[in-house]
């Protein structure tokens, strides 16, 4: 069980890449905890570099791209932790190696959608009750500089899909939905932010893409950490970062009707509903 005197972080996708430095980062900082991937393996090696820093942590599995998982995962978070401080959504599948073909979750929905998006929407919907009874707390929504407008009569990708398309669509639509979670999260002590960490860097997903690294998991991680506990952040909140520096997304972030579309097509596809939050 988690110590109480200490802030309690879920940073999905940890058993690898930026989030696994995140996370060992926030361990050794006195955080305590919740690891999440897929492999139990590398959860447990996480699990145990954060306890060699005398951290708290604990693993929990779960796939993203399954709905069911999605609110599975939620559920054991909110049995378990007393409080929730941060949530970071930085779980994401890449445009390279099997995304080369449109791929499907269970449901029918575009994999990248899914994973990158869909499944950071259900999850922090899910845990909202937690987040705003542990306020202040924070939300980072781990997005990229690559964002492609949505073609709302298209969002599955049937038609011209590319790895680059599927990738680059759900991480605007993360961009999306921290700028009308913002709003109306306004007055509860939850703030929620999202950036594109850096460019390239020497993880799994770059490898996957056959790109050669540009950056370090130290830099996008350092970017992360700053929405995540820095005093300069505190009650800011519907923003999106280059890095560590404030910048503009996609004009479709702007655009409150495109916004809207993506909202009420989001509590389709989950089931969900946005009454009290
Ligand atoms: N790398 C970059 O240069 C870059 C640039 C901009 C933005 N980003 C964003 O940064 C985030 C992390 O990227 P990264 O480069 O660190 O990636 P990575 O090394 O490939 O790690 C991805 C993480 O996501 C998890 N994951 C993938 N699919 C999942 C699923 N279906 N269910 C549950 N967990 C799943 C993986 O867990 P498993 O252990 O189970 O595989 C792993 O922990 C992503 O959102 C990415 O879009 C990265």
Known sequence: MPQSSRKVAL?????????????????????????????????????????????AARFFSADLSDLAEVRRLAEQVAKTAPRLDLLINNAGLGSG??????????????????????????LTMRLLPLLKGSAPARI???ASVGQQAI???DVMLERGYSGGRAYTQSKLAQVMFTIDLAERMKGSGVTVNCLHPATYMATTMVRQAGVKPWSTVEEGGAAILQLAQSPSVESRSGLYFNGLAESRADPQAYDAEARAKLWALSLKLTGLKDEGI
């Open 97 to 122: 190696g099997a995304g080369a073909k449109r791929q499907v979750n269970p449901a029918g929905v575009e994999l990248r959608f899914a994973v990158n998006y869909l499944a950071g929407f259900a």
């Open 151 to 153: 073609d709302f009569d």
């Open 140 to 142: 980072v929504n781990v």
């Open 11 to 55: 940073v999905t996708g940890s058993t690898d890449g930026v989030g696994r430095f995140v996370a060992e980062q926030l361990g050794a900082d006195n955080w305590d905890v919740i690891v999440h991937g897929r492999d139990a393996e590398r959860g447990a090696a996480v699990v145990a570099t954060i306890a060699a820093v005398g951290g």
